[in-house]
């Protein structure tokens, strides 16, 4: 194929250096559809990434679509900060009766603003607040936002260093599996917690994903959850669970605790919960932890209706019954199958997962890179996650199809038996 | 009229009691369209309030809502975390015709995610990193955001304590006015940064709104400004505008800074820069300070590429000429015409405002509530500022009509009137 | 005079570079009595700087030394943490005798450690204890101590940056006369407390000093510290004198807040209050305050009794009567003679102060440092002070005769003099 | 015998709550001589207390004692701020004579003021300033101090809590044996070292406490400590240890970290540095990181030269040879002798120790309490230590004889045995 360079002047030019994902895939996406995306040459391109997770039906998924444009064609209101409106009250209705319900959950909805971060500043804010405490208990590898609380709660010190104050309050614990079984699960913690010598300030909450993304997909044993839960009720500390990448369906069930049987005190959703990729996102909390003062926190993009709008649709359409969480059980073994075949071939790689998140580890973090880079040519959206981007990263949309998994997993089995 | 109540119980009941607007305005929105909204019961509301600024072309502008259904309709690619799309590329090429080059600006553009918030932690941020020092300085009754960053540089005592932890880094100085003429200006804080003395860390950065929107419309004067501007480059800080809620034309100028000739080294915009209300952000720099590293700042929904596609079509049809900043201007000169003869009547009240964002100061703010709740029953939308809502704000769409406007004016001076 | 240079090899070779004094001073000293100290050959120098106000009573007071040597003689407990003892209790006795009582004050004590930088910290917990808040005021040029807690609230840039860590908490305030009368005062400092919205956080307390003397002999009106106490009082701050220097009679009376008749809540008192050199300190605060619980401040060194004895016999000797405050008063007029008629041939240099600490200011402050290194090769010790080092300060003994101080006086004038 | 209570009446009313050991040791102590105390009324106590460690040499040395006296009787200067002296000199030169050139130590010398948390405050602000960077890891359990930066490396919650905001910056780690063995050594942090996502930020170093005295008598392997020394070495980080109250013989060597061989890169000596009981304190450091710049850090008390000759005389007398280690090493076998003995006869009660700082720990710390109270009785004095006071501590002076020895051990074996 005889492929010209896109043009990317006006990004190389006007955009700041800090624009990413541009650079591991030089195309100029135009449009989308399903599990495809297309450049501005028609050039498709299989996604595995479904945007960090924030796809899970797919791109422009029809259904959700045909409701926003009836939403917008009839002018519904799209603006709303936290006035009530009817796309809300919809939202808060069908959120209520599809996600909370069935599962016996009654947390009172906050919405904190629209990206993952807000919805992270306000679960600190109000575990800060309800407890009188200022540590927050956070993991190795975890990531859970950019502005300067999330971030003070995230691992990654390439991007720590990025805020340029030092990070406080926050305390770094292992994460399952994080010492390779030579130290029985939190033994550290609750020595810490027990010992009024240790020197922890005593937490306001602990903040967990339960399967890391941007960490490099380290999935958390259900009975890990239920002790950090058990150890969280113990000494007082509230249980945040951020279910921002794995929640709405991505591990399997609705929320990513469920299997474990857990129930968090507070919980963040975000990426996928519009289902159309339209910023939204919750704070969802026990409502005995409703102390928030009327306005004690604000933003401009709360009411965002279109994404309540798709968001309804979404949950109507995909979670009335049982059938996504089976499909992506369905999904799930077959990519297993896949990884167990191409990584049993060389020693240098690993793999694990959960739902339709899945990683290979590389020994030499060089090879995941080039992994992607080789994916790429072949036409497929893949990342790297994972302190060092040693983990290639599998995050198809929860909605694509066996076929399209199947020629997925075929090029991504190609490129890493090309990639020694 | 008879009124029955709406039916706001799943509000009351599922949505946490920081919600706001909702109970001053105790409807249920349904539609809008130009600068009305519409209840669910068809109920008009005229919009002296625009999305708190973020709507300044007026609801579901039907430029932008053709622009953005055939974006969607067309299945253009919705969610694009920073992959370089044709949507992408058209908005910053817009942005670089229409808002940089006639005003001789060479900004670097950051998409920082997608709310005013984002764009001001990463405004600090790279402030920080740029400088290599921590405190920012900034304004009383300053208003910059919800997360931990930009909350410890707003003013807001109420919203402060939200926080859970202390507030550190930030330094508050007098904004214009503040002390009523008696103290030269900047000879407190010149004489801090000129003393080795005097305590205060060399701050790597001052932020500042023109226009005080939240903090009760206080209008800096343009020589103000100017001076502000030439102690930063005197002292080696750099001068960030904060213009997410008067960019965009609010004040007249697509950029609020324009009138008094200063060029900021940052520049964040959000809230009306998508034109219909979509979550969207800009911070900009000069490009000499552009030192982020790849990746170093990130965030899910950078790449809302549907407000990119609106932004792009409100850049080149309200800012193709001077036609959108000559309107504002004469709404400018209506509004304070009217607001002259409001206030005249009355010794407890006082106005001041520039472009189209104004507000009526009341000795007793219990006033100014019941001004906004009286114009509410008269359908009209109006919120408070300042920080004992001591403040009417007026913030109407830069598209109101003459007309509408007047009939809203007429309503604020009858409630006025009503008000004692 | 032919002099060699003293040995101070070992100095060189073996002790930190941030050793200071032994620099502007290259002498060996090795005796010292009353208003003298002599160098390891005999030579003397008389002088003016006492241990930077340590020694109110000259060196190696004699009636200091009958009680220090008979206590040591016959095995008084020297080292007694915070135990009873004899010498403690006789300590607390005279104390309540001859400073609190005569002057109507019925503070609390506490042994905090025997430096000034402990009864800050001291000071600083118990505020934020018992008000539950952080912010500290100070003022510009002030200056309280070098360990973490008292560095934030010293206002030098220099020191300041020795921190290693953002120093935060801390929020500075125009000391008296800092902004020349231009603006009126503590009119920025109360408006910030008023104004819910100043971005002020707010504060625990002010601490501040009523002569600042490592700040330039910066002299706080009687007038202008009435109005902050009564701000302090209005607004529920603890007010927190920092006597260190300037306490024990080297403004006059034994406290220097006394000719101002404002009562602090908290006062911190050390250098001079062991009257003979010896590491002692106190904080002192309102009963009702006293909101410790046993042991959660403690110490190595809080039961120096050697100290304890020292300060007994220097407040039956000279608070017993007014005799000091009196002789002080007529050294304060002999002072300021002298620094008006110096200061009266140069357009270049002022003076200030009270009691028997005063300054020399010079517009250049490269003349101050002449000053002192001329004024020590003729025997007499000063040094400088101020943020650029551009104030000689006079700091003699207390116990300085009339004489003594006229020669030094003379000293300086010819020095001055010769200083162009 | 009969007592009656002593006259306790002016530290009840006058001195703060904060006080605390003189509530444990109702007596109000009057003279002092070798290992016993003796209150006013002459009742003799045998001490086991040492001044917390800063009595290796007993109470009022004879030895020390005319030196001392000698200085004062020829008005030796007693307060010089970091002036040279020839007592300092005196000190500077026998301090390299006899403990550190027989040492092959070559450090650099700071006097940071005379108490022990001016010596970590100082220690903590090199480590910081020479690295850049914020962070200090300490153990848990560790004691450094009260001041805010020592205190915020100390593991305390109770003192912790004083501080009154927020302490930071700190990381505490598992000291040696914390975790009973079930996990490797340094597993865990060199683990959060290595990984890039562990959300550790990088220390700028490591401070550690040979044998934690306040912490309840945990003695760190040699062994461990080399690996200590090993990780710092590796990871970048600077190695300080805190030897205030271990050092100056009370292990054995001059140093406590000989033995392990490692030689730290900053060292904190205070307590029983003068010898005397009289307050001073060392911060010593490789000579290449004495980064300081001049008068970068000051304090009042640095020269405290009456100290400075007991020292001299202190190092003069007792580190001329290994006569005091052999003699601590020989008290040691008898300490250990007994307290084997003790413990063999209960379940209940463990013992440890190393040189003269021995602690027995009681599963129930009501006993540690009640053991010391008993001890008092009989005219012993014993404190407890431990986060929960749990831990009964042995610090007899160095200079002990055996038959004090076995007189006091002959004590805490009969209350021991009484306390059940």
């Known amino acids: ?78 603006h709303g900060l936290d006035m009530a409106s009817a796309a809300k009250r919809s939202f808060l209705e069908a959120f209520e009766h599809y996600a909370l319900r069935p599962r016996d959950l009654s947390y009172t909805v906050m919405f904190p603003g629209p990206t993952g971060t807000n919805a992270v500043e306000a679960a600190l804010k109000l575990a800060r607040k309800v407890t009188g405490r ?30 340029g104050v030092p990070l406080v309050h926050g305390a770094p614990m292992p994460f399952d599996r994080y010492l390779d079984g030579q130290v029985p699960d939190f033994l550290w913690f609750e020595r810490l917690l027990e010992d009024k010598g240790s020197g922890l300030n005593k937490p306001a909450a602990v903040i967990v994903e339960t399967v890391q993304g941007e960490g490099g997909i380290n999935v958390a044993r259900a009975q890990w959850l239920r002790q950090l839960a058990a150890l969280c009720k113990r000494h007082g500390m509230l249980l945040i669970i951020d279910d921002i990448q794995m929640g709405c369906g991505r591990t399997g069930a609705f929320f990513s605790f469920e299997e474990a049987g857990v129930v968090p005190d507070i919980v963040t959703l975000s990426k996928s919960i519009s289902g159309y990729g339209l910023p939204m996102s919750l704070t969802l909390f026990k409502p005995e932890l409703d ?43 077959q990519v297993e199958r896949s990884l167990q075949t191409i990584c049993a071939e060389r020693a240098d790689a690993s793999y694990r997962g959960r739902g339709l998140a899945w990683g290979i580890e590389f020994t030499n973090p060089e090879q995941a890179s080039a992994v992607c880079a080789r994916a790429f040519e072949h036409g497929l959206l893949l990342e790297t996650s994972g302190a060092l981007s040693e983990v290639v990263k599998l995050l198809p949309p929860l909605s694509i199809s066996s076929g399209e998994l199947e020629e997925g997993l075929s090029i991504l089995a190609r490129v890493v038996a090309e990639t020694r």
């Open 291 to 333: 102390m928030w003062e009327v306005g004690e926190h604000n933003g401009t993009f709360r009411g965002n209706n279109p994404a309540f709008v798709t968001a309804t649709a979404a949950l109507a359409t995909y979670w009335k019954d049982d059938q996504t969480q089976k499909q992506t059980q369905a999904h799930a073994e």
């Open 1 to 78: 194929m005889t492929i010209t360079a896109p043009d990317l002047s006006v990004f190389e030019e006007r955009e700041s250096n800090v624009r990413s994902y541009c650079r591991d895939w030089p195309a100029v996406f135009d449009r989308a559809q399903g599990s495809h995306l297309y450049d501005e040459r028609g050039r498709p391109y299989l996604d595995f990434f479904a945007g960090a997770g924030a796809l899970n039906y797919g791109h422009n998924n029809p259904v959700l679509k045909r409701a926003l444009l009836d939403y917008l064609e009839r002018d519904g209101i799209t």
């Open 134 to 163: 200022e540590t927050i208990v956070s993991f190795t590898n975890a990531f859970h936002g950019m502005s300067l609380g999330a971030l003070a709660v995230t691992g990654n010190a390439f991007k720590r260093a990025g805020a």
